[in-house]
Structures are given as structure tokens and as C-alpha cells.
Nanobody, 120 residues
Framework: QVQLVESGGGLVQPGESLRLSCTAT????????MAWYRQAPGEARTFVAD???????SVADSVKGRFAISMDNSKRTITLQMNDLKPEDTAVYSC??????????????WGQGTQVSVSS
């Protein structure tokens, strides 16, 4: 099984920065991709950014130029650096990992989510 441990959420003012981290633990043979999604109150969950172990990454248009994703392969950890935060970035941010675990099974695993609130 694979577990994802997230950290770094909190309450900040508009224009400030936060850094989220997500570490994948457990029995992991391979990772295909890790990603961040977010869900604002009353809205559907949406894609924020993803990255592969080879470093290929993408970022949603809504956060392009403000958010950046990176991965430390040795630690199976991804980081989402969020700059110039806006009130519309307020959401629960969840980490996703597509990995090969026991029984050679590929599956998607989700973290428990971390709250990011942007308010003056």
C-alpha cells in the first residue's frame, strides 16, 4: 500500500507565499506521476500541477507563473511552491500519486488534503 503525507497548508494574506509538500511512503516499486489537485467549497476538484520522476511537469493556466512544482525522487516527495496567492486560491489541496505497489498493481493514491486559505 501507498500512503501520502501532506504538509504546509495554512492561512495567509493575498500576495504571500506558501509551500506544500507531499511524501509517498509504503511499498512503491515505481511512480508514474505525482500531482496536486484542489477543491474549493462547493466546487469540483480541479487539477493544479503534476510532475514525473523524469522532471516533466505541467501547471494549470489559472496558477501559471505563480505556482511551481518540483520533485525529489530520492525522497519520493513533491513540493508545490505557491507565490502571490489570491483569495481564489483558497481550497483544500490534495496530493495524488500514481504508483506501482504490491502485486505489480498500478493505482492512484490520494492524500488526506491540506487547507490553504488566502484572506486579508
Amino acid at each position: 500500500q501507498v500512503q501520502l503525507v501532506e504538509s504546509g497548508g495554512g492561512l495567509v494574506q493575498p500576495g504571500e507565499s506558501l509551500r506544500l509538500s507531499c511524501t509517498a511512503t509504503g511499498t512503491i516499486y515505481n511512480i508514474n506521476v505525482m500531482a496536486w489537485y484542489r477543491q474549493a467549497p462547493g466546487e469540483a476538484r480541479t487539477f493544479v500541477a503534476d510532475i514525473t520522476p523524469r522532471g516533466a511537469s505541467s501547471v494549470a493556466d489559472s496558477v501559471k507563473g505563480r505556482f511551481a512544482i518540483s520533485m525529489d525522487n530520492s525522497k519520493r516527495t513533491i513540493t508545490l511552491q505557491m507565490n502571490d496567492l489570491k483569495p481564489e486560491d483558497t481550497a483544500v489541496y490534495s496530493c495524488l500519486c500514481n504508483a506501482q505497489s504490491t502485486g505489480d498493481i498500478w493505482d492512484q493514491y490520494w492524500g488526506q488534503g491540506t487547507q490553504v486559505s488566502v484572506s486579508s
